[in-house]
T-cell receptor
């Protein structure tokens, strides 16, 4: 299996621009998670989906952030407009039957976002 | 707020020595997992321990869990330079939720 695939791997954008991060989960997985990692705040869960339905978006920092999962093999995280404080590594992860049942969460390699 | 908190934040040891990292959490859990992150990469699952288990081994890894103290430890024996990475504990902690909450991690450096 190819694992969780994220794109782009690196993006540098100007403040105010729209940013779209993409994720392809592992085939057959029914949970998809978006995490953000920064030095100051560590690894934060932004939102997660089960069977393409958003379950918990309490970690989404503000209305500038939105996430969608139109089908089982694709999800997007969008930031509009972007701000310098959004600079971080954004990870997509997927699992079968979720993490709380002791199932492994598989991470992508991350999208490194820099907003200047 | 973070559910798991690792201690120490950074650890530097000589190759061949054992490395011990600790994790404390706040609420009841079903399972606790440890993950590893190499610099610039995603997290990779290492080992899981369930709430009814006290100790688990996998190769050079040994994990313990003390639910009365809400703490866990990860021991890496006979460390190698390739073990240099950040190590995170992850807990569920919220009943019915399928998400994992990660601690801040311990940055482990193995000096050759």
């Amino acid at each position: 299996d190819a694992g969780v695939i994220q794109s782009p791997r690196h993006e540098v954008t100007e403040m105010g621009q729209e940013v779209t991060l993409r994720c392809k989960p592992i085939s057959g997985h029914d949970y998809l998670f978006w995490y953000r990692q920064t030095m100051m705040r560590g690894l934060e869960l932004l939102i997660y989906f089960n069977n393409n339905v958003p379950i918990d978006d309490s970690g989404m920092p503000e209305d500038r952030f939105s996430a969608k999962m139109p089908n089982a093999s694709f999800s997007t995280l969008k930031i509009q407009p972007s701000e310098p404080r959004d600079s971080a590594v954004y990870f997509c992860a997927s699992s079968f039957r979720g993490g709380a049942r002791g199932n492994t969460i598989y991470f992508g390699e991350g999208s490194w976002l820099t907003v200047v | 707020s973070q559910q798991g908190e690792e201690d120490p934040q950074a650890l530097s040891i000589q190759e061949g020595e054992n490395a011990t990292m600790n994790c404390s959490y706040k609420t009841s859990i079903n399972n606790l997992q440890w993950y590893r992150q190499n610099s610039g990469r995603g997290l990779v699952h290492l080992i899981l321990i369930r709430s009814n288990e006290r100790e688990k081994h996998s190769g050079r890894l040994r994990v313990t869990l003390d639910t009365s103290k809400k703490s866990s430890s990860l021991l890496i024996t006979a460390s190698r330079a390739a073990d240099t990475a950040s190590y995170f504990c992850a807990t569920d902690g919220v009943q019915g939720a399928q998400k994992l909450v990660f601690g801040q991690g311990t940055r482990l450096t193995i000096n050759p």
